[in-house]
């Protein structure tokens, strides 16, 4: 149990690196070089593939954070085009995942997925304004019970080079859940409603889960 709650779980997609460092620590346990190699390579995989457990807040009405990071950018934009939303503007908030963040993703809030859509792009700096329209992307749109969207996007960085979404349409989430990670150092977007109460500010910390971004009108 204190093993359990000191050291957090791995996300199953961090395993093939962390056995990959394991094998070459193991392959070259003669040498102490590779041997340390190895295994500082396994650690370091399993530092980035975290997947620490997480108590969302029970108010109803809020959005929480989908990553852990810093806020970057807090600003009013057009949804992704690709999700046929129209041009009307919604307060985006940006979350930056450094590479020491924990970067599996989580849903703001809880309902249905009403559409999931990667678009492919550049891979620019990641903290940068433009990544949110030129990086590559993947899209998470719920539908609250209440009939908001809210709009989650997943967006590569300039080592990032792969996302992973584990949700499809007309899966179920509740607010937390996890529903997938972005490899190595990356970004999040999250639309909300024009008239959102905006709960954090830029340059403040966000732990995925469980930091309140905004309540909705």
């Known amino acids: 149990m204190l093993l359990r709650e000191t050291v957090p779980p791995v996300h199953p997609a961090g395993l093939p690196f962390i056995s990959a460092g394991l094998g070459l620590a193991l392959v070259g346990r003669r040498s102490r070089w590779l041997r340390r190699t190895g295994l500082l390579a396994a650690g370091a995989c399993a530092g980035f ?16 954070a989908p990553a852990d990071g810093q806020v970057c950018l807090i600003e009013s934009a057009a949804p992704p085009p690709e999700l ?3 041009d009307a503007e919604m307060l985006r908030v940006s979350i930056f995942l450094s590479v020491f963040d924990a970067h599996v993703q989580r849903a703001p809030v809880s309902g249905e997925v009403v559409d999931v859509l990667h678009r492919p792009g550049l891979f620019g700096s990641a903290d940068l304004p433009v990544a949110s329209d030129s990086n590559e992307r993947n899209s998470v749109r719920i539908r609250t019970p209440d009939g ?8 590569a960085g300039l080592v990032a080079r792969r996302i992973v979404c584990n949700v499809r349409t007309g899966d179920k989430l509740s607010i937390g859940d996890t529903y997938g990670l972005i490899r190595f150092g990356s970004r999040l977007d999250t639309y909300l409603p024009a008239g959102s109460g905006l709960a954090v500010s830029v340059g403040q910390r966000a732990v995925a889960g469980e930091t309140v971004l905004a309540e909705l009108p």
């Open 84 to 86: 046929e939303m129209g």
């Open 148 to 155: 908001v969207d809210i709009v989650a996007v997943q967006i």
């Open 49 to 64: 593939f975290r997947h620490p457990p997480r108590v969302p807040p029970t108010r109803p009405g809020i959005v929480v």
